[in-house]
T-cell receptor, first 114, second 111 residues
Framework: DTAVSQTPKYLVTQMGNDKSIKCEQN?????MYWYKQDSKKFLKIMFS???????INETVPNRFSPKSPDKAHLNLHINSLELGDSAVYFC?????????????FGPGTRLTVL | KNEVEQSPQNLTAQEGEFITINCSYS?????LHWLQQHPGGGIVSLFM???GKKKHGRLIATINIQEKHSSLHITASHPRDSAVYIC?????????????FGQGTRLTINP
């Protein structure tokens, strides 16, 4: 069974389009995250939701909007895509227990903006 | 300067060699993670530790909280260990627990 799944795995689109990436976890975790991995393979957190509430919102453009319909899902919507948005986006989840919470990552979505 | 620094950035070794990857951090942490990113892109959590040492198979992770340093060791390395190894620290920043990542160490094990 897939613990953290993302769709689509690959996304190629034109500049200016609006696109969404979906993430689902079946681990019963309370907290979900979106990370961006740039061309230099550097991972950075973008957003974190705990029980459908936004708890981390890094300095990302307003064009990025996370949406959590329930605690098993955290989708990422991106408006007016730009060339610089090309990256691999990873979703992850964890069970927030005190300070210790191992994170489980999705397979990633490779976004290419042309 | 990044809050989490790894060394080396690239490491090539022969099968069977003992491997050490280092991670130093400059922030207060509640835990440190070692992650493995396969050539196909998937990320797997190897260890999460807040003190001492953990061992899983041929992998050993240690952390020294006072020195703000952690090491990941691989004994009897094998070509299938070839991957990018990422150190990440869990730190409370602006009231929220966040993972801050190192830049990764690309390990290549030749047969």
């Amino acid at each position: 069974d897939t613990a953290v799944s993302q769709t689509p795995k690959y996304l190629v689109t034109q500049m200016g389009n609006d696109k969404s990436i979906k993430c689902e976890q079946n681990l019963g975790h309370d907290t979900m995250y979106w990370y961006k991995q740039d061309s230099k393979k550097f991972l950075k957190i973008m957003f974190s939701y705990n029980n459908k509430e936004l708890i981390i919102n890094e300095t990302v453009p307003n064009r990025f909007s996370p949406k959590s319909p329930d605690k098993a899902h955290l989708n990422l919507h991106i408006n007016s895509l730009e060339l610089g948005d090309s990256a691999v986006y990873f979703c992850a989840s964890s069970q927030l227990v005190d300070s210790y919470n191992e994170q489980f990552f999705g397979p990633g979505t490779r976004l290419t903006v042309l | 300067k990044n809050e989490v620094e790894q060394s080396p950035q690239n490491l090539t070794a022969q099968e069977g060699e003992f491997i050490t990857i280092n991670c130093s951090y400059s922030v207060g942490i509640s835990a440190l993670h070692w992650l493995q990113q396969h050539p196909g892109g998937g990320i797997v959590s190897l260890f999460m530790l807040s003190s001492g040492k953990k061992k899983h198979g041929r992998l050993i992770a240690t952390i020294n909280i006072q020195e703000k340093h952690s090491s990941l060791h691989i004994t009897a390395s094998h070509p299938r260990d070839s991957a990018v190894y990422i150190c990440a620290v869990r730190s409370r920043i602006q009231g929220a627990q966040k993972l801050v990542f190192g830049q990764g160490t690309r390990l290549t094990i030749n047969p």
